[in-house]
């Protein structure tokens, strides 16, 4: 029994390959593989996306490959997902995000995943003398649905369920062989730099620009953007507790900040956090939001300044997929016609 369009409610949606090799490791299943015959999918006309369908759970789950990131690529991906699949009831943007250290509520580490309960569109507004005032500060919830599932699962008996769960997918092996899964980079590689300290030349005589960028105020040269904090000598950190169990990530609920942009600007980030309460930024969620119920779940990668790189992007990747199943297992679907394709051994 092949499945049909009409049997999927869940959708994810991705940008990077990082976060799509991520999402698939948590499958329990590939419904292209499975099935007799297995499922092959017949997209609507003009439906440029790209799929994979999956089990997680007792879901059957179709995943579009963005071939872009950003919001109008996303919103383009999830207009194509609605016209094929008119069943979606709920679509996840998973992958990696950036951190707001400075924020009200959590004490955010890399590798933490957040869970959207808002999101701020903040690069569409106007622009002022002291930044941009976005249209919407407020932000938009999800529907009574979301909310709803929202409210259950920050619940103390869902959430440390929830947390037991998605520690257990992140420990399970690869099931490509050989390969082992992103591991957590290291406490020693998890450096909140003081927002005013920039990702420049520190030391007199190594810049080309002739030492126009050694200064704490100075604009950075070009050339130290491509630099990493350990060449180019940046140092002054913020003094935290280190995690006891660091190998452990922890979720967020909260705020989250979206545009077509990344944030590598330690000063607005941290006016951002102040103003519209954000814990964390990306550049997919606003564009899936108003086209399909959707939850933001994704692994903090960098602290949305200028020393990012990318070298936190598969382990974030990997957290935020498995709180992801985490976060899916429980939700029940709308059942008007199930069709379930046993997957063997599982
Ligand atoms: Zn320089
Ligand atoms: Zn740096």
Redesign the pocket.
Known sequence: MALSVHDFQIAIICALKVECDAVQAVFDGFLEEHGDPPTMIRKAQWDTNVYTTGKIGHHNVVLAHMANYGIGNSAGVAANLRHTFPDIRVAFVVGVCGGMPKNKTADIMLGDVIISTEMVEYGLGRQMTHGLRPTNPLGSRPNTELRGYLNKMQGQWDMFRLQERAIKYLASPSLIPGQTKPEHPGMDKDNLFVSTHRH??HEKGV?E?RDK?VHDNDI??V??ETLDCATLGCHELVNRQPREFPTQPQVHFGKFGSADKVMKSSTERDRLAREYSLIALEMEGAGVWEKIPCFIIKGVCNYSDSHNNKNWQPYAAATAASYFKAFLVPWREVIINPKIVEIPGK
């Open positions: 420049k030349h810049c620009s960028c950075p040269c050339a130290s």
